[in-house]
């Protein structure tokens, strides 16, 4: 009969025995919300985003939708994001179960410090969105980035590449443009609609203006807490600039904040 050395047999038994690398506690949905600080966002409306933010979290039905999941619970983190490489985790993740862990996220974000930046580089959120992911201690049966902003990218590089990045690893980019009077790019919308958001179940929800900014972000949560996507209508447009001159030529419209 064959003798395997003592020292083979503890080897063994101790490979077969290794316990698995401890599980995350699963949630839901992994949520991260995104707002834009950005230059072009003043003072007044960064404070009433802020505000909104906070009245949405705190809003029973918001909670109610939370509590509807299969286990009750999400986990959100809040980031306020500028240009290239500024974004600021201003409340890191944290469990929303009850009316009390609502209460106490919304209170904590309500009291941080805005800090705001130079430029808007949506690619540079994106980007940080992964390592962002990862460093949560939950996992969520879905991954949403919901990103807020009056305004297309502008630094860093283009959006496209970053997008697929994170749709390809089954993340959902929503979002809520905020189209304010004067703004040089018309149809916000549109443009996050075709150069911003993806995934499974995507979809935009506009603000016309910072004022409706409190029914929006509302809205978009019910929707991406419960999982619900309204029916996208998106349209592919090319969005106006001038190319020298006064001669009017249409340009690709992913590019067209680094054109302007």
Not at 109 to 136: H, K, P, Q, W
Not at 167 to 189: H, M
Not at 235 to 248: E, H, K, N, T
Request: charged share 20%; aromatic share 6%; glycine share 10%.
């Amino acid at each position: 009969m064959r003798v395997i050395p003592v020292i083979l047999l503890v080897l063994l038994g101790a490979v077969g025995s290794a316990p698995a690398g401890p599980l995350r506690p699963e949630v839901d949905l992994e949520l991260i919300l995104a707002a834009d600080v950005s230059q072009s966002v003043d003072t007044h409306e960064a404070i009433l985003q802020r505000r909104d933010y906070v009245g949405a979290l705190r809003d029973p039905m918001v909670l109610r939708a939370i509590q509807q999941g299969r286990l009750g619970r999400i986990a959100v983190t809040y980031v306020e994001w500028a240009g290239y490489g500024q974004q600021n985790v201003t409340v890191p993740w944290t469990v929303i179960e009850t009316a009390a862990e609502a209460e106490r996220f919304a209170s904590r974000l309500e009291t941080r410090r805005i800090l705001t930046g130079f430029g808007t580089s949506i690619s540079s959120l994106l980007d940080a969105a992964v390592a962002i992911f990862e460093d949560n201690p939950w996992r969520g049966e879905r991954r949403v980035i919901d990103i807020s902003g009056d305004g297309p990218n502008n630094l860093g590089t283009a959006t496209l590449a970053p997008r697929q990045r994170l749709v390809a690893a089954g993340v959902t980019i929503n979002a809520v443009p905020i189209q304010t009077d004067g703004a040089k790019l018309p149809d916000l919308d549109v443009y996050f609609a075709e150069c911003v958001i993806g995934g499974p179940g995507a979809f935009v929800v506009l603000a016309h203006g910072f004022a409706a900014f409190a029914d929006a972000v509302r809205r978009k949560l019910l929707l991406e807490i419960a999982g619900v996507s309204p029916e996208p209508a998106l349209r592919r447009v090319q969005f106006l600039r001038y190319d020298g001159g006064a001669r009017p030529v249409y340009a690709p419209a992913c590019d067209i904040g680094e054109r302007l």
